[in-house]
């Protein structure tokens, strides 16, 4: 139990670390990489930690549905789909996005595991009031048929989704300590801030004395700057922890979004071939390519010192590079290294 809540332990853990060899060869930095990207269902990825405690929130009250919300290719809406069908329960996601050409990355795992997902384009009115109304609407839909209805926010991101990334600080700890390893930096993509604050006060509860580095994949302006404080704020409360953290203990890389969340991006694309010819490991272009990119750069440029340790946080996400804007983007790239002979 942790901080009042238990989990249903969904997952092999803990999820290794590994040397980056020839990544660190590059950069001049001792790179390595742990690799969330491995839990046990739906392809994995980060989201199954929070899930784990949101699952066992659900059950104590009955639920018989998870219902959450995100883009249209959400991968935390493919991990609740996946843990819905583990547990023999219904699921729908909620997405607020432009009509998608085909069915393609995660909306087709999401429909395999049994997922009902609605998709509405924005009406570019707040995004929070709308998904409030979107959500009323389809929770009153099944409520009438007898459904119990868990909510779950974007990206699983509330208090109790957090502890999930609150134990990985702590897992991450014991087995740096079992490695020998004290990193200068621990770096992870920023998005809705529930693995990254979860891992920030997980690692400085558990005594790690690294810089927690998130790289923002989406505009981090005024709203997103409250929602970290707040979130904290909300944390430090209801864990009974101190709070003494000012907004400049965060460090949040912001200069590495692009044109926005889930943009098609050169970078981003750069970093996946980096990371694929190199290590034989697979990143996605939303999350970790745009993230592991930056910290890529971060390295180059002497923002993060020569000789560094530096751990990358796999948060998953393949199955975006199958979606059609980023698969046409790649293919474009890589097209002239596909040699079609003659019979």
Same mark, same amino acid.
């Given at each position: 139990?942790?901080?009042g809540?238990?989990?249903?332990?969904?997952?092999?853990?803990?999820?290794?670390?590994?040397k980056?060899?020839?990544?660190?060869?590059m950069?001049g930095?001792?790179?390595?990489?742990?690799?969330d990207?491995?839990?046990?269902?739906?392809?994995?990825g980060?989201?199954?930690r929070?899930?784990?405690?949101?699952?066992?929130?659900?059950q104590?009250?009955?639920?018989?549905?998870?219902?959450t919300y995100?883009?249209?290719q959400?991968?935390?809406?493919?991990?609740?789909?996946?843990?819905?069908?583990?547990?023999?329960?219904?699921?729908?996601?909620l997405?607020?996005?432009?009509?998608?050409?085909?069915?393609?990355g995660?909306?087709?795992?999401?429909?395999i595991?049994?997922?009902?997902?609605?998709i509405?384009?924005?009406?570019?009115?707040?995004?929070a009031?709308?998904?409030?109304?979107?959500?009323?609407?389809?929770?009153?839909?099944?409520?009438?048929?007898?459904?119990?209805?868990?909510?779950i926010?974007?990206g699983?991101?509330?208090?109790?989704?957090?502890?999930?990334?609150?134990?990985c600080?702590q897992?991450?700890?014991r087995?740096?300590?079992?490695?020998?390893l004290?990193p200068?930096?621990?770096?992870c993509?920023?998005?809705?801030?529930?693995?990254?604050?979860?891992?920030w006060?997980?690692?400085?509860?558990?005594?790690l004395?690294?810089d927690?580095?998130?790289?923002?994949?989406?505009p981090?302006?005024?709203a997103?700057?409250?929602?970290?404080?707040?979130y904290?704020a909300?944390c430090c409360?209801?864990?009974g922890?101190?709070?003494?953290?000012r907004?400049?203990?965060?460090?949040?890389e912001?200069?590495?979004?692009?044109?926005?969340?889930?943009?098609?991006?050169?970078n981003?694309r750069?970093?996946?071939?980096t990371?694929?010819?190199?290590?034989?490991? =697979? #990143?996605d272009p939303?999350? +970790? %390519? @745009?993230?592991?990119? $930056? =910290? #890529?750069?971060?390295?180059? +440029? %002497? @923002?993060?010192?020569? $000789?560094?340790?530096v751990?990358?946080?796999h948060?998953?996400?393949?199955?975006a590079?199958?979606?059609?804007?980023?698969?046409?983007?790649?293919?474009a790239d890589?097209?002239?290294?596909?040699?079609?002979l003659?019979?």
């Amino acid at each position: 139990m942790l901080f009042g809540y238990d989990k249903v332990p969904l997952l092999t853990l803990p999820t290794p670390i590994q040397k980056l060899h020839a990544i660190s060869e590059m950069t001049g930095c001792d790179c390595y990489i742990k690799r969330d990207d491995m839990t046990d269902y739906g392809m994995g990825g980060n989201k199954l930690r929070k899930l784990e405690y949101l699952l066992w929130d659900a059950q104590r009250q009955g639920a018989t549905m998870l219902l959450t919300y995100g883009g249209a290719q959400t991968n935390h809406g493919r991990l609740t789909a996946a843990v819905a069908a583990k547990y023999g329960m219904k699921c729908a996601i909620l997405c607020l996005d432009e009509h998608p050409d085909q069915i393609s990355g995660n909306i087709l795992l999401d429909r395999i595991m049994g997922a009902e997902v609605y998709i509405r384009p924005s009406d570019g009115t707040d995004e929070a009031e709308q998904n409030r109304r979107f959500g009323r609407q389809i929770i009153a839909q099944y409520e009438a048929q007898g459904e119990r209805v868990y909510e779950i926010p974007v990206g699983g991101s509330n208090t109790v989704g957090l502890r999930g990334y609150f134990e990985c600080g702590q897992e991450m700890k014991r087995q740096l300590d079992e490695m020998g390893l004290v990193p200068d930096v621990i770096a992870c993509a920023a998005g809705s801030l529930g693995t990254y604050l979860g891992l920030w006060l997980g690692a400085r509860h558990s005594g790690l004395t690294a810089d927690v580095c998130g790289i923002a994949i989406s505009p981090f302006g005024e709203a997103k700057e409250r929602r970290l404080m707040e979130y904290y704020a909300q944390c430090c409360q209801e864990f009974g922890l101190p709070q003494d953290a000012r907004r400049e203990d965060f460090h949040i890389e912001t200069g590495y979004v692009g044109t926005g969340y889930n943009s098609v991006d050169e970078n981003a694309r750069q970093a996946i071939y980096t990371m694929g010819s190199k290590e034989a490991i =697979l #990143l996605d272009p939303c999350y +970790t %390519g @745009k993230a592991f990119g $930056g =910290l #890529l750069d971060m390295m180059r +440029t %002497g @923002k993060i010192a020569a $000789g560094s340790k530096v751990v990358f946080l796999h948060t998953g996400g393949a199955p975006a590079l199958y979606t059609p804007k980023h698969r046409a983007a790649i293919a474009a790239d890589l097209a002239e290294g596909v040699h079609l002979l003659p019979r």
